[in-house]
């Protein structure tokens, strides 16, 4: 595991914005595993703007969304669907028949995303953020690792962090529909982003804490290609 501090919030997302437009350089039909929340933003800001510069070429990439909230339309504007089109795809030469996200609507099938992600021969690199709780995707804290793409339950604390995006608490989806670790640890590389001092548990827990369900990012230890970046606040409990 590749632990890297940076002094800022915005240097961590960047240096993830590189190792992403290095793997689309290296291989123009890479298979992109995408996260969202607050934290990837500037990775894909630094995407759009080499794009634009003609340095990055979307054409012939394919990607998977880690996770979508159930019961919530794709064009609803806090949809995660919205929010890559806003943030990503409607920004990038990227083909519409490319882009994969878990369907949010009540019978969603997991299975079925699993397999679509195998046909394509799997995930060359997986951005992940991660929870205050140390979850990643929607994998919240249970008693066992979730192998595939399955509807989860949101925690309470989940739904309280996740409740800045809606007008409250009360309108943040109960239930998501999210990659499991399976999936995530079967990404042939894996790069997490954390940043800012609510996320410093969490990054303690994941890189010195004990492999456990507990924290779902821990499994993260036994990835074989696994970058963690993060800014000072977040990395603030790793002193030693
Ligand atoms: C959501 C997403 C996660 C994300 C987390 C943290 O719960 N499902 O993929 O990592 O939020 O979001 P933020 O980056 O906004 O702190």
């Not at 509807?151 to 529909?177: C, W």
């Not at 894996?190 to 004990?210: C, E, F, H, M, S």
Request: with cysteine.
């Amino acid at each position: 595991m590749e632990f890297h501090v940076y002094d800022t919030a915005r240097e961590a997302c960047e240096a993830a914005g590189f190792l992403f437009a290095a793997q689309i350089t290296r291989k123009g039909d890479s298979i992109l595993g995408l996260a969202t929340g607050s934290t990837p933003i500037p990775a894909y800001e630094m995407m759009v703007e080499w794009h634009k510069r003609g340095v990055l070429d979307f054409s012939r990439i394919r990607t998977f969304n880690l996770d979508e909230y159930v019961g919530i339309d794709y064009k609803n504007p806090l949809s995660y669907h919205a929010f890559m089109e806003e943030n990503l795809f409607g920004k990038v030469n990227i083909r519409k028949e490319n882009i994969h996200l878990p369907s949010g609507n009540a019978a969603a099938d997991g299975e079925a995303y699993d397999k679509m992600i195998r046909d394509a021969g799997g995930i060359d690199i997986q951005l992940l953020g991660i929870g205050r709780n140390g979850h990643i995707g929607f994998n919240e804290p249970a008693d066992e690792f979730t192998y595939g793409t399955h509807v989860v339950t949101l925690t309470e604390d989940t739904i309280e962090a996740n409740a800045r995006f809606f007008k409250s608490a009360d309108e943040v989806p109960r239930q998501a529909i999210s990659m499991g670790v399976g999936n995530i640890m079967a990404a042939k590389c894996v790069v997490l982003v954390a940043t800012g001092a609510n996320k410093a548990q969490a990054v303690y827990d994941t890189i010195r804490g004990p492999i456990t369900p507990r924290v779902p990012a821990s499994i993260l230890q036994l990835h074989p290609c696994c970058v963690i970046l993060a800014d000072r606040e977040a990395a603030s409990l790793m002193k030693d």
